[in-house]
């Protein structure tokens, strides 16, 4: 399970420095079809970077829930420190759309975790 830590705090990097350097472009409250656009795009991001991962080390089962929570729990703990700091950390971003990037990280989070528990054949792509 180490492996999937590892893959969580990578794509918890990849999305943290997309946001640090783009996140203006998606945490955008006005119009909020933007706002809508982002938490929709997110889902099949989501799925890109947990079901192929899941078929390449053929985890199933309960071990997918396991995996799941791994690639999870980094991103999840790490963001509990940087949501503090959130107007250092995300200079791109005005301070009051904290609230919107942490309702769209337990967003993100979420269906990371789904993804532990849906079966290949309920999901729209081919695992």
Known sequence: MRFFLFWGF???LGASLFFRFLGQIFFVTDPIIL???SYILVIPCIFLVTLPIYRW???QGKERLLAAICIALPGMLIDSLVLVYFDHVFVNLPVYTDRYFASWLLWA????LMTGIIKNNQVGVRV
């Open 109 to 112: 989070y979420s269906f990371i």
């Open 35 to 37: 706002m809508i656009i």
């Open 10 to 12: 990578l794509v918890w």
């Open 57 to 59: 080390k053929k985890v």
